[in-house]
């Protein structure tokens, strides 16, 4: 891994952080992870392959993300800040969760081009996947449905919290 990698595997690391300590559910707080992801996605995905099995790869890669994700959002506790806006607190499951799925990604990269880089040539020839930039979209896609799919999960918890918040009282 180069240095550019380093710093943006703990920039979306650090991510976690302000949502352990607890964050406004603002449309600003909610977006930044999702504008971290896809921006790393643009540094790295230079294709989109479809050939062979590279499209089921990468739906086996959204499918993990986002149950990461649903996971996170279920375990972030959300409610109803004084100003009556939706803080949302990630506890210590969301912050494991968060961990294996950074560490799942960077520990593939890692064996991928290390020890397991014949492995991966042999699983790849195996089922059809074209090469390292078929692998570099599923672990991006994998990402990118983490936080979009935790994200979705905390805004309707937090969209619930201002609805009864909002809700008439009747006599």
């Not at 977006?31 to 790393?40: E, I, N, Y």
């Amino acid at each position: 891994m180069t240095t550019t990698d380093h710093l943006i595997s703990a920039a979306l690391f650090l991510l976690v952080i302000p949502q352990i300590r607890g964050i406004r559910q603002t449309l600003r707080n909610a977006l930044l992870p999702v504008v971290a992801v896809a921006a790393a996605a643009v540094y790295y995905l230079r294709s989109f392959p479809t050939q062979g099995h590279d499209v089921q790869l990468d739906l086996v890669g959204v499918l993990a993300g986002a149950v990461l994700g649903v996971a996170c959002g279920a375990t972030t506790g959300v409610h109803r800040g004084s100003d009556g806006i939706a803080l949302a607190r990630a506890g210590v499951v969301v912050a494991l969760l968060w961990i294996v799925g950074m560490n799942s990604r960077a520990g593939f990269e890692y064996w991928a081009t290390h020890s397991g880089s014949t492995t991966i040539a042999q699983i790849s020839r195996d089922n059809l996947i074209t090469g390292s930039a078929a692998w570099t979209a599923a672990l991006l896609l994998m990402a990118l449905a983490q936080v979009l799919s935790r994200l979705a999960v905390v805004r309707i918890k937090a969209r619930r919290i201002s609805s009864v918040a909002t809700a008439p009282v009747r006599a």
